[in-house]
């Protein structure tokens, strides 16, 4: 009969064998997506991300390696349990790794159909346009981006530079694109603000400066739109490069029922929708004046009546919506040490995506409008809002957007 110790070691390193070939296995990845979809990101991202899923296996791996090391040298029990302890802290680490693996395998795997490819690759070029028209005025670098397609109502966003489970940093912007919006992607522009806020650490500054315009007006709403800055502060910057446009699409992802228009859960960094709609509704009147936006508020409040929200909720919103030029004010008119002592918009004005501003831009342009390399290289935000705005009140298919985005993603396709 063997000893309980040899018994417990022979196992351990069966164990641990184990999770070191596991770990190998994370660096494959070309198992995580085809080289196909791997061809088709940008070089410097294609590199940056493959780096970063290797990194993780070999640390994994090197891990691994020292707990054998661990196990061969342990002569008592005691010394056993710690190679124990180090063997189920390696499969924590194992599982964190395999997700991230597997999040940006499928994302990549998106891109396996060379028009996906394309687009995506178009809405890449127009996630990085949106933050260097903020971010290299300030001197700072504008990360990668990673686009991808997936079911669902609303976008979403992995920031670069998010810590991971080892401590290494996300090497990429990976937003996701849902597919209902694809030929509406003003939400790629709300994600990439969430990276600029990050990277110029705007949130706080915001929250604050709410807190201390709302507080004269009652510590509820000064603590609750103070609580909800990193979202407003996304609304706001897509607000700021796009216009009006981001406005119909996020009023369509956010509808429903009135209970849940009005579904307030503790520690949602968004606003309840019915406000965070009126407060978009008051983003387009502060800048633009009157237009179609009037008509969208008010069709909000009479699906949505205050009389319907719950009590806290309903004081809320009446307490809110006579505010929310003074909200729009913070957000746009106040001079942030983020933005290098200016206001938000100085650096993107709201004013160039105006309805009439689009207007004529589009007239100027004539059919160059989506073939000339060079307003796609300056006017790349102004397009993307005017292009929304105009399939708007299209039943035709997408044709405009799709093949502009191609052209932007190097579609040679596209383009000839």
Known sequence: MRDPFELEAAALGTDVRHWRRACLGLGEIDVAASPGAWAELESYLGRSVRASLTGQSKRLTAQADRILFML???????ELKQVRAEVLTLRQRYARAEAMVDFYGHAVNTRTNPTMASILRGLDALAVHSMDQVLRPLGIDTPPVLTYLDKGLGASILRSGARLWDASLSPAAAIKVTRHNLWQPTSLVHETGHQVAHLTSWVPELAAALHAALTPHGALVAETWAGWASEVAADVYAFSLLG???LPALATVVDGPSPAAFRMLIGDPH????????????LCRSWFGPGPWDDLGRRWLNRHPVTAA?????????????LLGTVVDVCTRTRMQAFHGTFLAKLANPERVAPSELDRLAERAGDSLYTSTYLQRTEAMRILSLTVLRGLESTEPPTAMRDWLRRVGGDRAAAA
């Open 72 to 78: 061969r040298a342990a002569r008592t029990d005691a």
């Open 244 to 246: 009006y446009a981001p």
């Open 271 to 282: 606003p309840f929708a019915a406000l965070r709609v009126q407060f978009n509704v008051a």
């Open 310 to 322: 719950p009590g806290d909720v309903a004081e809320i919103m009446a307490r809110s919506l006579p």
